[in-house]
């Protein structure tokens, strides 16, 4: 009997002491019996706190709405700061908000009232302390958390831990070799107070198009408090982005709607709809005259009813698809994949897994193919990230293997994740979405401008010798220049038009391989506005032909050597119409050097001159040949007569009748360019540009 009494005292005891300690600030729990005094506040505070509760703990196959749960344990917090298991709840809604910087705080706080508050506690401190560059901090957290795991937990937490211990190490390595970047706000007229991402661009920045989740979306306001995911265009305005606007009612629905990838001359746009029938697929939308399309799906190829398709990018030429699944056959959950157009059946083949260099068995999502279409960048948790996904750069050999992935490094990559990156075509500008302080609003979208390696200033040699003897110095700094890497590319754009009426025109751009002579890919200029855009990847020589039903074709010739690094061309052409005594030269026809005789990468703009009269049986032209003003007068003529002939004779051999033809030698007499303008001309390059354009083969409508 005297045991249990004294029992019971120890109890009674222990019970005042934990009291006791609890209210000089320690952890006092949710419980009525501490807060016999204020009966209605705490009943009040306890219904937050149930309501919050309420929102993240959810039945499988929920989601929990953490974010629209810190309001409601926040104010359960004002009343009772000193509830451990509160702070750790509010930590958690918090690490997993667009609010994680402020999780720390939290954690810290649970942890300072009840140190075994959570058995997860000292992980979650580690991840907290990650997130605000704290590597080392961290890693200390972590390896307690390890240590602290049973046999039993090991099998299922190890690796997790392990990961983010190797995440650390990593980011303490890419912090020490920062790379040299400008991170801009592209502003309000593309931000707001709401989440916008997934930025995707034409190859020469003239058109953005992305994601939001703002006020005045096509579909209805969420549970969760967000809106649903709508598309967003906006065009560069001289140097600023215009107000950005709902992309088209076509495209953006009443479910999520989000962007994914975009063709380099940003005529077609992929997109992943959630129609609710499939877990989430990939569709796409091309410019038309009256706007973008309607969506179509990308076939059972792509898309599959069991799997999530996620992101796509299409190569240059538009004959490849690479896309981000989650399907069987994988390195891990998420992977990047690929599909080749078939022309024949006119749908995409079967996909086969990229490459087990970039896939690993963590996720990778986010795929990006550069315009040169050797460089590729993409998202993984894998690799040397620094925490979450990491963006990451490859480079497609000419085997088709991949290197080794690059960490594009810190800034640009944070411990949170960082996704939806993509390169401008001059390889100097990037765009991402990332969630800054400084920011509207939730993630905004930023431009980051990539400034090369770092000038390093080297020192007068007789100032070395004079700084040798200990005497004053004086430096002359001389500061080697710097290359801000650039892509191996050419970008030609401009506008299509009808020469007389000047208004845009539909067009297709054939783009041609002259030294082999097959067709790369058919563009088509913009319905409405008649512009294109084409991306040369270096290496090769380029025949361009632009058509139009009942119009002369116009070509183009560009011969982009290996790295050559990035130029833009911007070409205007003014289509003429299929009248007497309209003329066109023939800028694919090629002849060595003083010879006559017809270069093999000629065939195709002889074969579309071929065409063009067989599809016109009654047209009458003259072939003319000329030159550039160097070299004696008649030598010249006859010259160019000669090259004039070698044409209508290869027409003549294909079928067409010689009472068709008519063929010229002008040798220099009708330049281009006059040698005047020529002289005046800066630079050796375009004073030979200048005598090539003079050096040329022309046809020129007889009679009809």
């Known amino acids: ?46 219904k937050w706190l149930q309501d919050g509760l309420a929102l993240i703990d959810v039945p499988e196959g929920y989601y929990p709405n953490y974010q629209g749960a810190i309001p409601l344990l926040k104010k359960a917090y004002d009343f009772n700061p000193k509830s451990a298991d509160l702070c750790f709840k509010i930590g958690i809604c918090e690490i997993n908000s667009p609010y994680k910087f402020d999780a720390l705080h939290f954690f810290q706080e649970a942890y300072e009232l009840k140190p075994n508050v959570d058995r997860m506690i000292h992980y979650y401190l580690g991840y907290s302390k990650q997130l605000q560059y704290a590597f080392e901090e961290a890693l200390y957290e972590y390896k307690l958390f390890r240590n602290a795991l049973s046999p039993k937990e090991q099998s299922d937490q190890f690796a997790m831990v392990n990961k983010r211990i190797k995440e650390c190490e990593s980011g303490i390595e890419l912090l020490e070799e920062p790379v040299r970047v400008w991170i801009d706000n592209l502003g309000n007229n593309i931000n707001g107070k709401y989440p916008e991402y997934a930025a995707v661009i034409s190859a020469d920045e003239s058109v953005i198009i ?70 989430g697929d990939l569709f796409y939308s091309t410019k038309e005259a009256d706007g973008w399309s309607k969506l179509e799906d990308l076939g059972k190829n792509i898309n599959n009813k069991d799997t999530w398709e996620t992101g796509a990018s299409i190569s240059f030429d538009k004959k490849t698809l690479y896309f981000v699944s989650n399907r069987d056959g994988g390195k891990g959950d998420r992977d990047i994949w690929m599909s080749r157009w078939d022309e ?212 183009e010739n560009f011969d982009i050597p290996k790295a050559s690094g990035y130029r833009e061309y911007e070409k205007n052409v003014d289509l003429k119409k299929i009248e007497v005594g309209k003329a066109i030269v023939l ?19 002889l074969e579309r001159l071929n065409k063009l009269m067989v599809e016109n049986p009654t047209l009458k032209i003259e072939l003319s040949g000329h030159t550039d003003t160097r070299g004696s007068s008649s030598h010249n003529k006859t010259l160019s007569e000669n090259r004039a002939k070698a044409v209508v004779e290869y027409l003549k051999k294909k079928g067409i009748a010689g009472s068709r033809l008519v063929y010229a030698g002008y040798g220099e007499e009708k330049p281009i360019i006059s040698d005047e303008e020529i002289a005046k001309m800066e630079t050796k390059e375009d004073k030979e540009e200048g005598h090539q354009q003079n050096r040329r083969t022309e046809f020129k409508i007889l009679s009809k």
């Open 1 to 46: 009997m005297k045991m249990k009494n004294l029992t019971t005292l120890m109890l009674v005891l222990i019970v005042s002491i934990v009291s006791a300690f609890g209210q000089k600030g320690g952890d006092i729990p949710f419980e009525k019996e501490y807060f016999k005094e204020n009966k209605a506040e705490f009943k009040e505070a306890k």
């Open 210 to 279: 992305y994601t939001s989740r703002r006020e005045g979306s096509t579909g209805e306001q969420e549970v969760n408090g967000q809106y649903m995911e709508d598309i967003y265009i906006s065009e560069k305005v001289g140097e600023s982005w215009s107000p950005a606007n709902g992309i088209s009612e076509r495209i953006n629905t009443k479910n999520h709607d989000a962007t994914v990838g975009l063709s380099n001359d940003g005529q077609m746009l992929f997109t992943y709809y959630d129609s609710g029938k499939n877990k």
């Open 344 to 555: 024949v059946k006119k749908r995409w083949g079967e996909a086969t897994n990229l490459s087990s260099v970039i896939n690993t068995e963590y996720d990778e999502v986010g795929i990006f193919v550069h315009p040169d279409g050797k460089t590729f960048y993409f998202s993984s948790k894998g690799h040397n990230s620094m925490g979450g996904f990491d963006i990451f750069k490859t480079i497609k050999n000419d085997d088709g293997t991949f290197s080794t992935p690059e960490n594009i490094g810190f800034p640009v990559n944070t411990p949170d994740d960082d996704v939806h990156f993509v390169m401008a075509g001059n390889g100097r500008h990037g765009y991402y979405s990332s969630f800054k302080q400084d920011g509207f609003g939730e993630k905004d979208i930023y431009l980051i401008t990539f400034l090369g390696e770092e000038k390093i200033p080297l020192m007068n040699a007789e100032d070395n010798l004079l700084a040798m003897v200990a005497k004053p110095v004086t430096e002359k700094v001389v500061m080697p220049k710097v290359q801000v890497q650039q892509s191996d590319l050419a970008i030609l754009k401009g506008v299509v038009k009808d020469e007389k009426t000047q208004k845009p025109l539909m067009a297709s751009i054939e783009l041609v391989d002259n030294l082999s002579g097959l067709v790369i890919q058919t563009f088509q200029s913009d319905p409405a506005s008649g512009r294109y855009l084409v991306s040369l990847p270096s290496g090769k020589n380029y025949g361009i032909a632009v058509k139009s039903t009942g119009y002369l074709f116009h070509s």
């Open 587 to 605: 800028r694919n026809i090629f002849f060595d050097l003083d010879k006559y005789d017809l270069r093999p990468e000629s065939k195709t703009e």
